[in-house]
């Protein structure tokens, strides 16, 4: 946001230039309005020749000061230096010896705010843009068009194309948004280790995922009291007696004794 100086009182000045301008030429020599010195049949007398020097030292008192309020009012239309800008780099201002752009970073302003004071030349109510620094060692003493109060800047706003209060919260929200940007940048990131907490007597939570994996692929062992055989579970599940398995016939082997009788 940017505030310039009100063209419509650049144009008045120059005016009134301009017309301070005329009213000498007339004090001088014209004598339109102006009274001519007294004379008698065009010869000054005595008297007509001290009107005549104070005439001409008026003149060029308003030639001089119309001059300087019509160049300046051209010159500064033509250049339309802003006044007070609000950045993000800070707060820039026209506070140089020669009206040069000083900028106050956000990280030297403690605060800014909107205030009301009596102009110190005629006394007239004023709006003033306050900032507070760190250091107003940093800055000029003896800034344009503002004054310091301890460690605050009051720069007068009178006549700014915007309203000093929306400079003012304007310069509040840019300050507030630099301190959390700081606040951001400053913040540690999250750590990233895993903690894991086990109760005292308990199995470590490895040992139990690795029995049951063990579980989960051994096969399951035969119940001893089960039979080996399908069918005859099945039977007995039916209600039939179990079928007794026969027992192999054994060989009769030839019999040594007899064959040694023979």
């Excluded at 310091?148 to 000093?164: F, K, Q, S």
Aim: proline share 8%.
């Amino acid at each position: 946001m940017t505030a310039y100086r009100s063209p419509l009182r650049l144009f008045v000045f120059g005016l009134l230039g301009l017309v301070l301008i005329v009213a000498s030429i007339d004090v001088m020599f014209g004598h339109w309005i102006s009274t001519e010195p007294q004379n008698t049949d065009g010869v000054l007398t005595t008297r007509g020749q001290a009107q005549q020097r104070g005439d001409i030292v008026w003149g060029a008192v308003l030639v001089g000061t119309g001059t300087l309020l019509l160049v300046g009012g051209i010159v500064e239309l033509v250049r339309r230096q802003p006044q007070c800008r609000v950045a993000n780099e800070g707060i820039h201002l026209p506070m140089g010896r020669h009206e040069e752009e000083v900028v106050i970073p956000w990280g030297d302003i403690r605060s800014v705010r909107l205030d009301v004071d009596d102009d110190e030349f005629d006394g007239k109510r004023r709006q003033h843009l306050v900032i507070e620094v760190d250091d107003p060692g940093r800055l000029p003493e003896h800034p344009h068009n503002a004054m310091w109060v301890g460690r605050e800047l009051h720069v007068d706003g009178y006549a700014w194309t915007v309203d000093v209060g929306e400079i003012a919260l304007a310069a509040q929200g840019a300050l507030a948004h630099h301190r959390r940007m700081e606040e951001i940048t400053q913040m540690e990131p999250p750590s990233l280790t895993w903690r894991t907490t086990v109760a005292a007597g308990a199995a470590p939570a490895t040992e139990v995922d690795t029995a049951e994996s063990t579980e989960a692929t051994d096969p399951p062992e035969p119940h001893p009291e089960e039979s080996a055989d399908p069918s005859q579970d099945e039977q007995t599940s039916a209600g039939e007696p179990p079928i007794a398995a026969e027992a192999p016939e054994e060989e009769s082997m030839p019999d040594d004794d007899q064959g040694d009788g023979a």
